[in-house]
């Protein structure tokens, strides 16, 4: 098997591909290390290898990993959230990449005051409508992010989130990084305090470069970098 070393080093020749093909600069896309599964010596070895950014989708994981090397990385919550767990990562995130509802926004709102936090959120995008993807549909993004705009201090919108289909056809998936996109667009055409559309959370593994090509600020990748995950270890 590859190193750590070797794989990262093959993402970002990746990703500095893809940026020049989309006639992009590199410093406009983070690599965020997907590290979910993965044990905290690989983390490690991604810190060593120049790694600033990893994404946990489960809260107790994320605090688990965060009590051993703290803030020498910028922590990302990637998956779904439940309130009742917020109030663990809310003192170690530096984003939560899934608003998807406002009870999420009423319990962030709560704890994020209680330690005097502004937390930067991306609002999460189901673009493909399939039923087994979160995130709101697309005509609902601008009321919704009007409305944490307005009623919660303690939360920044500060991009966009979606998931690729999963399937192997390239123009579906650019479609749906597309339509991140212009929703993106059409909602900073807005100005709503509070609000911007700096960050497009999009791309993984299989189609970070298709991303890049569509406008991706943050890639997050796991497989490509750590190997397959195993779920059972
Ligand atoms: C697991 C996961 C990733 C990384 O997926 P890979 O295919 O391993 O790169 C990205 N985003 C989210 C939300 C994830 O849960």
Redo the contacts with the bound molecule.
């Keep these: 098997m590859e190193s750590i070393k070797e794989n990262l080093s093959k993402v970002r020749s990746s990703i500095d591909e893809a940026c020049s093909k989309a006639g992009r600069d590199s410093s406009e896309v983070t690599l965020l290390a997907?590290t979910?599964t993965v044990d905290i010596d690989a983390v490690n070895e991604a810190l060593e290898n120049g790694v600033s950014d990893v994404?946990e989708?489960k809260p107790q994981e994320l605090m688990r990993k965060y009590e051993q090397i703290g803030d020498k990385l910028n922590w990302h919550l990637?998956?779904s959230l439940q309130t009742n767990k917020v109030k663990y990562i809310i003192d170690k995130v530096s984003m939560i990449h899934s608003l998807d509802r406002e009870s999420l926004c009423e319990e962030i709102q709560k704890q994020a005051e209680k330690i005097g936090r502004i937390i930067p959120c991306l609002v999460q995008v189901n673009i493909s409508r399939e039923e087994s993807k979160h995130g709101l549909y697309m005509e609902e993004v601008l009321d919704f992010v009007r409305k944490v705009s307005i009623k919660y201090k303690n939360i920044t919108i500060s991009g966009l989130m979606t998931?690729a289909p999963n399937t192997e056809d390239e123009d579906e998936i650019r479609a749906t990084f597309r339509g991140l996109k212009e929703l993106s667009n059409e909602i900073d055409a807005q100005n709503i305090p509070n609000v911007n559309m700096d960050e497009l959370s999009m791309g993984?593994?299989?189609d970070y470069k298709i991303a890049i090509e569509e406008g991706s600020t943050m890639v997050?990748?796991?497989?490509?970098i750590f190997g397959a995950?195993n779920y059972n270890k």
């Excluded at 997050?220 to 490509?224: Q, Y």
């Design positions: 997907v979910k994404g989708n990637i998956g998931m993984m593994s299989h997050r990748v796991g497989t490509s995950r």
